[in-house]
């Protein structure tokens, strides 16, 4: 259906909504309200932020739907108590961390990365070296980077673990897990699986605690890889998933992660990786367009791609019966073998 004026407008305007949320979660605003209604002034003197301008941002999100207002009095919503009080399991002060500090002086080079078609982290920082190493540098921006993938991976496990069958492998390696939620999902339904983590150096302290919290500790081995260099463990593992990192990289270095993972594999080893795949008409969907902005001006050359791209990759690198599974869920497996 064709746009109107006012749509658009209101999309232009998003980054306003954008920055409400997150200056709410970096003042701590819903957490003022998790113990039930309190009126503007009780907020701000909690918060200890001015009258005037705590009160603005309250009727904002008020009226975005974040909170609700009876009288003089504000309160959580239930999207809101479960998302944004930074108690809850679901909280999403991670993204909202990452948006503040990457995201959002990243996309404002956008017009100039699409010009130059390279990335923008000169521009935003001040910094030359890879994404990753820039992200990696501080243990809390680490943290907030994994949690939210943690996260944003959940709907997506649970997809996983109704559309493929893990039954059939001896020893399964998730490289690059986020916080371990497929792993221990995994190690959960079944039992008889051997079961490790790849991370790189800089996470593996932080994912090793997560799994231990879980009580994982002796079930889900932790070893530190760069599957780029191709330092990871070779010949164990008869089953690995690599969890939406290929569209971090360009195609050149996408080919050299599935070489490295296919020389990884044991004869008649199986590789999966989950991506959110663009349509094959190039059309969208919508999400996995905006993602492709921005690996644009994140990465060197990271991108998102059709299935019929990534089947040809997985060819290229030696996988041999390479194809696509669709699960419930956000992404899309694509799954390869290495012959016998």
């Known amino acids: 259906m064709e746009m109107n004026k006012e749509q658009i407008v209101d999309l232009m305007?998003?980054?306003?909504?954008?920055?409400?949320?997150?200056?709410?979660?970096e003042l701590k605003l819903f957490d003022a309200l998790e113990q039930g209604p309190a009126t503007a002034e009780a907020i701000c003197e909690q918060r200890n932020i001015p009258l005037q301008s705590g009160k603005r941002l309250l009727i904002a999100l008020t009226a975005i739907g974040l909170l609700a207002k009876q009288e003089d009095h504000f309160s959580l919503t239930k999207a809101a108590r479960e998302y944004m009080v930074s108690g809850s399991a679901q909280w999403l002060g991670w993204l909202g961390r990452h948006i503040d500090t990457f995201l959002y002086p990243l996309w404002s080079h956008t017009a100039q990365g699409v010009r130059d078609d390279k990335d923008q982290r000169?521009?935003?920082?001040g910094d030359d070296r890879s994404w990753f190493s820039i992200l990696y540098q501080n243990p809390q921006d680490v943290v907030d980077f994994q949690e939210f993938l943690g996260i944003f991976a959940q709907p997506f496990i649970e997809g996983m673990l109704q559309g493929f069958d893990f039954s059939g492998y001896r020893k399964f390696m998730d490289i690059?897990?986020?916080i371990g939620t497929l792993p221990m999902a995994v190690a959960a339904r079944y039992p008889q699986l051997g079961l490790s983590v790849c991370e790189l150096p800089q996470a593996t302290s932080f994912v090793r605690d997560k799994i231990a919290e879980n009580g994982y500790a002796d079930r889900i081995k932790i070893v530190a890889g760069d599957v780029i260099s191709g330092t990871i463990p070779k010949g164990e593992h008869d089953l690995i998933h690599l969890g939406w990192m290929l569209h971090d990289y360009?195609?050149?270095?996408?080919m050299q992660i599935l070489r490295h993972?296919?020389?990884?594999?044991?004869p008649g080893g199986t590789f999966i990786a989950s991506e959110t795949p663009l349509a094959d008409d190039e059309s969208g969907p919508l999400f996995t367009s905006l993602l492709s902005i921005n690996m644009l001006v994140s990465t060197d050359g990271g991108i998102e791609s059709t299935c019929a791209q990534y089947l040809q990759r997985f060819t290229e690198a030696g996988f041999v019966n390479a194809r696509v599974l669709a699960i419930p869920g956000p992404r899309t497996l694509f799954i390869g073998e290495k012959r016998k």
């Open 261 to 266: 993972i296919h020389e990884a594999l044991p």
């Open 250 to 254: 360009a195609p050149d270095i996408q």
């Open 176 to 178: 690059g897990s986020g």
């Open 122 to 125: 000169q521009a935003a920082f």
């Open 13 to 25: 305007m998003g980054f306003f909504k954008t920055k409400a949320i997150t200056s709410a979660l």
